[in-house]
């Protein structure tokens, strides 16, 4: 990433990395930078960052040679260009970036939200309540960005350190007084919130995740734990008294801070009124004021999801019934237990799902509101954790009546070696429907629903294209599924379909 600082005497590192040791000169001046060598320009300080395939000191030469006039590195080089040595030149790269853009944070509040799930609907929630309250917010999540001006989507969770500072520069010149950041385990392990000052936290909740990233579940709880050190002495952090892992960062944590429960001990509770397929009625206490929420998204998950926004909108002072009515704008979100609905006799949801907990509770919240039988179908995601396959396969196996196992629609990966890995989680995995095609997976599916059932379409992050069948087109599970809907209407009281389903003996 390459910037051209708006300071014109750029910044001292001497004064910002105090702990650093120079060479060459007695301090750095900066006003433009890039980890980039292949974008390095003259003048520029070159940021040697160790990656995840490359290593930044392995490319100081070709920097040089582009014309970079001072590095940044991790170890002494043996150049004649002034260097400034740090510990951990990544962190060091993302307080230089922040500074550059003359420190956004500190005037625009940050609200940092991380966890295992519902990070995004969270961070949805947070906005919509802010909004309600009359505040212009940016944001940035899985969703895409928006600055104050402009919103665009992206396939990313977390930004690096030179694009957040860059977004949350231009949310403040677009006059934003908050900010809510997605926050990724894998941005806080690579350091990627450093410079950023942060006005408050709200974690989900912290189960097992991406252990093939982070090696192990301890270093991917140190990584969620990290997000609490970018928290400014002013500012507080909201946590799921219900999640025992969560419970361990409260107990050691110092700063102002509210609880949140459904079933335990918290300074914001909610209980259950109603539930439906359509929608849920619940009633959040805080204190001595209580407010009936109704909302069309359901699910435990998605009223946690909310106790947390209440949280966070009741710290900034606003009324518990105007965060009501910002937690009620949010109908509906892509994939979070979105509701498809066609005039068929039946239930379809899409949720991502992409983790055991939260497909356990995606596949809980439909057992709940449905009379009928439970039909799941699920496509474990490419590049995923492969050792939580079988995890995945046995909630299915559980909590699904009929289970229908299919590609996630990508072709980086077998769909059929992605079987062979959710099955391993089954103890009957005969009973296991099998189509490698998606859309024909969701299509058999639709065929086999009854009135009264329910369909899952689960373990999709994105949009899809059927690459290994020919299919180049993107789609989504929302848009195969509606297409189907009113493709199949005249045939769904029938039962003749006949889709080509894998048994599971077939595949050995």
């Excluded at 500074?99 to 961070?123: E, F, M």
């Excluded at 690579?190 to 093939?212: F, K, P, S, Y």
């Excluded at 335990?264 to 849920?280: D, L, M, P, W, Y």
């Excluded at 710290?315 to 937690?327: A, E, K, N, S």
Aim: glycine share 8%.
């Amino acid at each position: 990433m390459t910037s051209r600082s708006t300071l014109n005497e750029g910044i001292s590192l001497r004064e910002l990395l105090p702990e650093a040791k120079f060479f060459g000169a007695q301090d750095i001046r900066v006003r433009s930078y890039s980890a980039d060598s292949q974008r390095c320009l003259p003048g520029d300080l070159f940021a040697a960052i160790a990656g995840l395939d490359n290593d930044g000191h392995d490319f100081i030469m070709d920097a040089l040679q582009r014309g970079a006039s001072a590095i940044l590195s991790e170890r002494r080089l043996p150049i004649n260009q002034p260097s400034c040595v740090v510990k951990n030149s990544r962190e060091a790269y993302g307080k230089i970036c922040h500074a550059l853009a003359d420190h956004p944070s500190q005037d625009v509040k940050v609200i940092g939200v991380t966890g295992t799930n519902g990070k995004t609907t969270v961070c949805a929630l947070i906005k919509a309540v802010l909004e309600e309250a009359g505040a212009k917010v940016g944001s940035s999540s899985s969703f895409g960005y928006d600055n104050g001006y402009d919103q665009q989507r992206w396939n990313c969770t977390t930004p690096g350190a030179a694009i957040q500072a860059d977004l949350l520069s231009r949310m403040r010149f677009n006059g934003c007084s908050h900010a809510v950041l997605e926050v990724s385990s894998q941005a806080l392990a690579l350091d990627d919130l450093a410079g950023i000052e942060l006005d408050a936290v709200a974690i989900t909740n912290i189960r097992q995740n991406h252990t093939n990233f982070h090696g192990s579940a301890r270093n991917y709880f140190k990584a969620k734990q990290k997000v609490l050190h970018y928290l400014r002495d002013t500012g507080f952090a909201v946590f799921n008294a219900d999640d025992p892992t969560s419970n361990r960062l409260m107990e050691g944590f110092s700063l102002p801070s509210l609880s949140i429960a459904m079933h335990g001990v918290g300074e914001i509770t909610a209980s259950v009124v109603e539930r439906h397929k359509s929608e849920q009625t619940f009633l959040i206490s805080a204190g001595g004021e209580s407010a009936v929420v109704c909302t069309r998204m359901i699910g435990d998950q998605h009223i946690y999801n909310c106790l947390t926004a209440t949280a966070v909108g009741l710290v900034y002072g606003i009324p518990l019934q105007t965060i009501v009515r910002g937690l009620e704008s949010v109908q509906s979100l892509p994939s979070r237990m979105q509701r498809i609905e066609c005039g068929q006799p039946f239930g379809v949801f899409v949720d991502q799902a992409t983790t055991h907990d939260g497909l356990a509770m995606a596949l809980k919240a439909l057992r709940r509101v449905t009379h009928g039988r439970v039909i799941c179908v699920y496509g474990a995601d490419h590049g995923g954790d492969g050792d939580r396959r079988p995890m995945l396969g046995r909630v299915i196996e559980k909590g699904a009546d009929v289970a229908l196992l299919t590609s996630s629609g990508q072709a980086h990966e077998s769909p059929l070696e992605i079987v062979h890995d959710l099955l391993d989680g089954f103890a009957k995995p005969a009973k296991a429907h099998i189509i490698p095609t998606r859309s024909e997976a969701i299509r058999w599916a639709i065929s086999q629903a009854e009135t009264g059932d329910t369909i899952l379409l689960a373990g999709q992050k994105d949009r899809f294209a059927d690459a290994e069948f020919g299919d180049t087109e993107e789609h989504s599970d929302r848009e195969i599924a509606q297409r189907l809907l009113y493709e199949m209407a005249p045939q769904l009281a029938s039962s003749d379909y006949d889709a080509e389903v894998i048994a599971f003996p077939k595949l050995l």
